[in-house]
Structures are given as C-alpha cells and as structure tokens.
C-alpha cells in the first residue's frame, strides 16, 4: 500500500510512489492517494507529488474517469471525486463489519430519549443517513439508512461545516445549492456563516423546522482524533415533542452516545472491534476522546462539495 502524503507538506520530502505489482493496484494506490486530498488536483500536481511519469498518470487519470471513479472540473484541468467512488465510499460505512455495534449504541439512545436518532456523515452537498433507528411513536418522519438531507439546514450538516476554517465554509456554501424548504429555511451565506460560528461555539446543532416543517433534530460531532470529524449522532422529532429547548436537555445523552460509537470507530480502525457488541453493553469511556476514527474522517469534505 503507498504512503501517503498530505498537500502542503515540505516540497523537499521524497515522491509518493504509486505501489503496486500490477496495473490494477497502482491505480488502487493511486484511488488511495486521491482519496487524502481536501481540494480538487491536477494532472501536473500528481506528477511532482508521485514522480510519475506524466503520460502514466494521464492514462490513468483517463481510466478513473471514463469509469465515473473521477470527474473533471473547471477548465477541465482539475480534479475531482467522482458519484461512483462516492456511492462505494457511502455503502462501505453504510454496511460496515462494525455495524452490529454502532446499531447497538443507538438503539439504546432510542430506548432512553424516546425519539427517533440517526449517525450520519456529509457526501457532497448532502448528509447521509448511515444508520438510524424510528421511535415507536405513531407520529414521526420514516427515513432509511442511505437516506439524504441538504447540508445547509440539517443539523448535522451545519454540525460537520462548524469544524471548517472560515475560508473553506464560504467556498463551500458558495458551490452549494442554497434550496428553501421551509419558511425558517436559512439560504443568506453571511446568515449561515454566522449560524456555522454559533454552531462550533457551541459543540451542538439545531435543525429548528428547516428542512421539513414541525420537525426539530439536534445534533452532535462523534469525538476523532483527526482534524475533522466526518460523523454525526442526532436526535429528531416533531416539535409538539422537542423544541430547540427541550433539545438542549438531551445533550448530555446524545454526547454519550456520540463517544461510544467514537470508541467503536477506532477500535474498528485499529482492527481490534469485531462488531460482537449487538448486546448494546458498549459504553463511551475516557478513550473516546482520544479516538481515531477512520470511518469519520472528512479529509475530503471541502472537495465533496466542490464536486458534488
């Protein structure tokens, strides 16, 4: 597997070479290498990061994109992540080896607030429902695990963009599409940004009606050891049931939650879960703060975006 190299590291360090004893793993190491960056990329910025040669790299650049593994972007010289990779990215997490333990966590988070909760991530300009249990209450939103929501007024869309440089939020919010869904839908950048602000302030987000009418989530950031955390644990309910106040009682079993399905994260990263714990005995502890989370990481956020 090639090491890899993040962009912005000392120019003097050696190339990243593309491993692999055939055709088929170096593009594999070459998907891993892509798969680090935060930006779009370009054929010439492979070359000096890997030291192949460039006809190489443009036919394999070819082969990702006529697969719909890549897609072109601006004047046609950059680089980004195609739908398909994105899909294969999405459903990996989605049916994940650990997934019997994270279900766990959450069906007892249900069990104690009585509300339907969710672990999402963002892909794209969108967030993604990668698991999620319904309420037994007759009046609730049924949404499935692949299910999507609009970044901007999700709770755990603004939750994911709060961890952003100011920069990168506004590039972000700019490439993306601002649709009102509701009369409280905010779709002014400043507005968002300011929202954004409060939001990393906080530790916690409120979707308060604005993506579906009488509908309140809030929502909290699965603790990583990354930079960036690309998951979310969120509550959601009607507002005859939670209010934006009401939310903010919930918190502390909502950050619970969020630690322990953290410390299953890394566990499973370091290979050490075997996704046993469908009994729900996982509990968050100390560790989970120190946790490193690869199935949460959002090294690719702004891109997603970008390409969405």
């Keep these: 597997m090639a090491e890899i190299h993040r962009l912005g590291e000392p120019a003097l360090q050696a190339p990243t070479e593309l491993a692999g004893d055939t055709p088929t793993m170096r593009l594999f190491s070459l998907l891993e290498l892509i798969a680090t960056k935060d930006q779009l990329f370009t054929l010439q910025g492979l070359v000096e990061e890997t030291g192949t040669p460039k006809p190489t790299l443009h036919r394999m650049l070819q082969q990702l994109e006529s697969s719909g593994l890549l897609i072109r972007e601006n004047n046609g010289r950059h680089y980004g992540t195609g739908v398909r990779l994105r899909r294969m990215a999405e459903n990996l997490l989605i049916n994940d080896m650990h997934h019997g333990a994270r279900h766990a966590v959450l069906r007892n988070l249900v069990a104690e607030l009585g509300e339907s909760c969710n672990v999402t991530a963002v892909s794209g300009s969108e967030v993604v429902y990668l698991d999620r249990i319904e309420t037994s209450e007759p009046l609730r939103i049924t949404l499935q695990p692949g299910s999507r929501v609009p970044v901007h007024c999700s709770a755990s869309g603004k939750m994911i963009l709060s961890q952003l440089s100011p920069a990168q939020r506004r590039r972000l919010i700019a490439a993306a599409p601002l649709e009102r869904y509701t009369n409280k839908t905010v779709t002014d950048p400043e ?7 409060r939001v990393r302030r906080d530790g916690y987000a409120i979707d308060d009606e604005e993506f579906l009418p009488g ?3 809030v929502a909290v950031l ?8 690309n998951l979310c644990v969120a509550v959601q309910a009607p507002v005859m049931r939670l209010t934006p106040e ?6 502390p079993a909502l950050q619970r939650a969020a630690a322990a399905i953290g410390l299953i994260e890394a566990e499973a990263g370091s290979g050490t879960a075997d996704g046993s714990a469908d009994d729900g005995s996982t509990t968050g502890g100390s560790k989970a703060g120190a946790a490193g989370i690869d199935a949460g990481r959002t090294d690719g956020v702004e891109e997603e975006l970008w390409t969405s």
Excluded: D
Excluded at 191 to 197: D, F, G, H, S, T
Excluded at 222 to 229: G, I, K, L, R, Y
């Design 246 to 251: 009401k939310g903010l009682k919930l918190l």
């Design 215 to 217: 509908m309140v989530c």
């Design 191 to 197: 507005l968002i940004e300011e929202e954004l602000q």
């Design 222 to 229: 699965v603790p990583t050891a990354n930079a960036v955390s």
